[in-house]
Nanobody, 115 residues
Framework: QVQLVESGGGLVQAGGSLRLSCAAS????????FGWYRQAPGKQRELVAH???????AYVESVKGRFTISRDNAKNTVYLQMNNLKPEDTAVYYC?????????WGKGTLVTVSS
């Protein structure tokens, strides 16, 4: 199984930066596909970014050039570096892990961007 704990959320002004962390308790970290999702109040949850075991990455169009997903296999942690934050980035951010056909979710961390 995979246990996920997100951290790093908080309040920031527009144009600021935050780095989210997702710590995974697993012996198979290097084999996992990780994704960051977000859900704003009253809106559908959306995929923000994902990273494969081979460090292939992809991003939703709205965050390209601003967000960077990365992973540190030695620390069993995946990160989401968020720069030039905008009010529309305000949401609860969730870490998701895919291993084989199993899916695991963290409890989320709140990011609030003020204008």
């Amino acid at each position: 199984q995979v246990q996920l704990v997100e951290s790093g959320g908080g309040l920031v002004q527009a144009g600021g930066s935050l780095r989210l962390s997702c710590a995974a308790s697993t012996s198979t970290f290097s084999f996992i596909l990780f994704g960051w999702y977000r859900q704003a109040p009253g809106k559908q949850r959306e995929l923000v970014a994902h990273i494969s075991r081979d460090d292939l990455t992809a991003y939703v169009e709205s965050v390209k050039g601003r967000f960077t997903i990365s992973r540190d296999n030695a620390k069993n942690t995946v990160y989401l570096q968020m720069n030039n934050l905008k009010p529309e980035d305000t949401a609860v951010y969730y870490c998701k892990a895919d291993l084989d056909y199993m899916h695991y979710w963290g409890k989320g961390t709140l990011v609030t961007v003020s204008s």
